[in-house]
Antibody
Framework: EVQLVESGGGLVQPGGSLRLSCAASGFTFSGFWMTWVRQAPGKGLEWVVNIKQDGSEKNYVDSVKGRFTISRDNAKNSLYLQMNSLRAEDTAVYYC?????????????WGRGTTVTVSS | AIQMTQSPSSLSASVGDRVTITCRASQGISNELGWYQRKPGKAPKLLIYAASSLQSGVPSRFSGSGSGTDFTLTISSLQPEDFATYYCLQDFSHPYTFGQGTKLEIK
């Protein structure tokens, strides 16, 4: 079964750091772009960042540039999101998602999400 | 960044109704647009990709159309399980951007 499972969320103080993980199974992880999407309480979906199959290309939304870093370990079938200098507005459920595959960019497989709360 | 304007923001409809949701891009995005369904407590679900391609396993009552800047998602005959929030996402250029969502409620 194709599956993505996020972990690492929690409560962190403003200015703190957190590392999210996403474990992939049931497909050839190294063959797909991967993405993080978030949804803040009461708000809509926000695309955050994606990463190419070999990690050579990464694209970020402006609001997280310089604070968040996406990475992957294809040997461990895992995706990561290192979040530094966290702000209250980063509070959200974070989802990892698999891109459908070229030539398309849509996300066809999603995890259930992990909750990040930034509060003092 | 490309802005996606989705309308309406909310919609009340009945089972069996035909419903259309629109999304407008601030610049041309070819056909690089997807539609997603979001239910409370569940992960988003891909319905349509490349503006009009139905994702595997999605019922045929869902359809998408459009190219350039104007796109539509149509549900031909609403079913009880379709009441949810729908989002468009442009995947033409980074950063990808979602519309603000359309909440589809039971009338």
């Amino acid at each position: 079964e194709v599956q993505l499972v996020e972990s690492g969320g929690g409560l962190v103080q403003p200015g703190g750091s957190l590392r999210l993980s996403c474990a992939a199974s049931g497909f050839t992880f190294s063959g797909f772009w991967m993405t993080w999407v978030r949804q803040a309480p009461g708000k809509g979906l926000e695309w955050v960042v994606n990463i190419k199959q070999d990690g050579s290309e990464k694209n970020y939304v402006d609001s997280v540039k310089g604070r968040f870093t996406i990475s992957r370990d294809n040997a461990k079938n895992s995706l990561y999101l290192q979040m530094n200098s966290l702000r209250a507005e980063d509070t959200a459920v974070y989802y990892c998602a698999r891109d459908i595959g070229p030539p398309y960019n849509a996300m066809d497989v999603w995890g259930r999400g992990t909750t990040v709360t930034v509060s003092s | 960044a490309i802005q996606m304007t989705q309308s309406p923001s909310s919609l009340s409809a009945s089972v069996g109704d035909r419903v259309t949701i629109t999304c407008r891009a601030s610049q041309g995005i070819s056909n690089e647009l997807g539609w997603y369904q979001r239910k409370p407590g569940k992960a988003p679900k891909l319905l349509i990709y490349a503006a009009s391609s139905l994702q595997s396993g999605v019922p045929s009552r869902f359809s998408g159309s459009g190219s350039g800047t104007d796109f539509t998602l149509t549900i031909s005959s609403l079913q009880p399980e379709d009441f949810a929030t729908y989002y468009c996402l442009q995947d033409f250029s980074h950063p990808y951007t979602f519309g603000q969502g359309t909440k589809l409620e039971i009338k």
